[in-house]
């Protein structure tokens, strides 16, 4: 008896000893035990207060891998006297899912993950910071849910898509017989996608505003493609069903969830194209290059951006009105920035073939309200200018030889301009913003607004700029020029198109001394007052409809006919005759100098 027993006794010691000596093996053969590289990161698990961190060896809400073999992984505490067999399944590069024995001693070693049953308990880890994927889910839904109270199918709720593809918007509907059913939004962000057997299941953060912590943000989906029968019968493309929590438990089905969902494809927008014109340039910039209109896919699409990046993705919808050339046109599009979506009305006006301006009307959910004097009134809407990469030189308006009188510079209208800048589609959380932003000053303000002199910086007297030369080196240059011997300080600008409205005259140039890269282009705003007498303004990122010529605006000048080209002296070295005009940055931010000289921004008070 004492035999067998002491037999037995042997067999179990050294079945341990070669057991601790397998793990030890592995433990240096390999450098010891390291979790995959892929899986390094911080995680979040539903019910542990801190972060899970995996890294090299260790999982810190475990301990240390002694070794592995597959998927199953032995684990020690940091006091070594706490084993754990933990089986870790990969089900995304965002997503692990594990089962694991209870705490054991040493003796269990070479049977601890046999401890594991099928119905052991699973836990979900999702990984904090993930990088988004593609919703599996395309294009716009509407859809009924159910919560445990019955279906709510009146009013239908609505899925709308967002810029990012790794976003959907869920719009729910309160169904007065429903008890459960309320108004909300929420902001779907897709983390994981994976099949599990006949199950496709999704990962992602819920946000709405009573999500405050990463336990009311992660949620788990299950989802099935409807059959063709059933989606043949009831227009069932989904069927959808959400976990209650931040696990994927409970969730064996699309049928059977904490909450499930129906959904149906939503009626496809007619399409339309916009002006073929606008297609001989797919890109367009606003004059500070702050924005950038893309157009794409058969010019059906528009997309604008700006230099951070955000987009807004506008559809042409319908064609509201157009001229027989095409050169005005008025459309119903519907437009998406972030997660936020609606429909607008948007006019186009060509100005010269390098050339357009376009009028946004205001958003709403109801494209029958978009083209409506509330949303879209084009009389009081402002314009936004936009020109080509590289738009063709044109025929300056003027030419001659001009005397320049009155120069101001107003920099608080630089500043409030640059204050104003909502003018952007979007803001940085992605919603739509009235660009439409209105006058700063009266007319009266800034004529009476005093400009300091700028300082001389030489021994020259000249008081600002003196004279214009306009088109007598090249039809579509503009020369402004001090006269200040030794040298002359001269700033020339090519023109680009102009066009009349209302009495008022705008033209587009950029100034020459630029390097092609980041070009900026300028606004002249002008209208003639008298014989030989011209009324001058200048904007410097639109074509301004509040700036009057001669009293507000940023660079604000009169100019007088002195004579033709011909007439000028030697000095100038101008031999033809063409036609030009310049209106000047005097800031000297954006004055470029061919020979630097001082100059002065005139008292108009003390004038």
């Not at 988004?132 to 395309?138: A, E, Q």
């Not at 939503?266 to 002006?275: D, G, I, Q, V, Y």
């Not at 009134?377 to 314009?383: A, I, Q, V």
């Not at 931010?589 to 003390?606: C, K, S, Y």
Request: glycine share 6%.
């Amino acid at each position: 008896m004492d035999v067998r027993w002491f037999i037995s006794s042997a067999v179990q010691l050294i079945l341990l000893l070669l057991s601790l000596f397998r793990h030890t093996i592995t433990f240096k053969q390999q450098g010891g035990c390291f979790f995959p590289e892929r899986w390094v990161g911080t995680w979040f698990q539903s019910g542990v207060r801190q972060p899970i961190i995996i890294e090299g060896p260790r999982l810190s809400s475990k301990g240390m891998c002694l070794g592995s073999e597959g998927d199953k992984f032995l684990v020690v505490d940091d006091k070594r006297v706490c084993y754990r067999c933990v089986v870790i399944h990969e089900k995304h590069a965002n997503v692990l899912q594990y089962k694991e024995t209870f705490c054991q001693s040493r003796e269990v070693l070479p049977t601890l993950c046999s401890l594991i049953t099928g119905d052991a308990l699973l836990y979900s880890m999702f990984r904090e910071n993930a990088t988004p994927v593609p919703c599996p889910f395309h294009g716009s839904f509407t859809f009924t849910y159910n919560r445990g109270h019955g279906e709510c199918k009146s009013p239908v709720s609505s899925i709308d898509t967002c810029t990012e593809e790794s976003r959907l918007l869920l719009s729910y509907q309160a169904c007065p017989d429903i008890h459960g059913s309320e108004s909300t939004v929420e902001e779907l962000q897709c983390l994981a996608v994976w099949k599990e057997g006949n199950s496709r299941y999704l990962v992602g953060k819920v946000h709405h505003s009573h999500a405050t912590s990463n336990e009311d943000r992660f949620r788990c989906f299950v989802y099935e493609k409807a059959s063709p029968a059933s989606e043949a019968i009831d227009g069932v493309d989904y069927r959808v069903a959400q976990s209650g929590d931040a696990t994927c438990n409970g969730l064996s089905s699309a049928t059977e969830g904490s909450r499930t969902m129906t959904l149906k494809k939503a009626p496809t927008l007619s399409k339309c194209r916009f002006p073929m014109w606008i297609s001989n340039n797919n890109h367009w910039h606003t004059l500070d290059y702050s924005f950038t209109y893309s157009f794409h896919h058969k010019n059906s699409t528009l997309k604008i951006t700006n230099t951070s990046s955000l987009e807004m993705k506008i559809l042409c919808a319908q064609l509201k009105h157009t001229t027989r050339d095409e050169s005005f046109a008025i459309f119903l599009t519907h437009f998406t920035t972030g997660c936020l979506s609606g429909y607008n009305c948007m006019s186009f006006y060509r100005r010269d073939s390098h050339v357009m301006e376009v009028q946004i009307g205001g958003h709403t959910k109801r494209q029958e309200d978009a083209c409506t004097p509330l949303y879209f009134n084009r009389s009081s809407l402002p314009f936004t200018t936009l020109v080509t990469s590289s738009p063709e030189p044109r025929q300056c308006p003027y030419f001659g030889k001009f005397s320049v009188d009155s120069m101001i510079s107003n920099k608080r209208y630089i500043r409030s301009l640059k204050q104003s800048r909502s003018f952007a589609y979007f803001d940085r959380n992605h919603y739509f913003k009235d660009k439409f932003r209105s006058s700063q000053e009266t007319a009266v303000e800034l004529h009476n607004r005093r400009i300091k002199r700028v300082e001389q910086r030489t021994g020259c007297d000249n008081e600002g700029y003196s004279s214009l030369i306009v088109g007598c080196n090249s039809i579509d240059t503009m020369e402004f020029r001090i006269e200040c011997p030794p040298s002359d300080f001269i700033s020339s600008y090519s023109c680009h198109g102009q066009w009349e409205e209302n009495g008022t005259n705008y033209l587009i140039t950029t100034p020459l001394s630029r390097s092609s890269y980041g070009t900026r282009r300028y606004c002249f705003i002008y209208k003639e007052h008298g014989p030989g007498t011209i009324l001058f303004s200048t904007s410097p990122d639109n074509c301004e409809r509040s700036v009057n010529p001669g009293i507000s605006g940023e660079l604000i000048f009169n100019i007088t006919n002195t004579g033709k080209c011909m007439e000028i002296s030697g000095s100038a070295r101008t031999v033809s005759p063409a036609i030009a005009i310049i209106v000047i940055q005097i800031v000297d931010a954006v004055l470029i100098p061919v020979v630097v000289n001082p100059g002065f921004i005139v008292d108009h008070n003390a004038a």
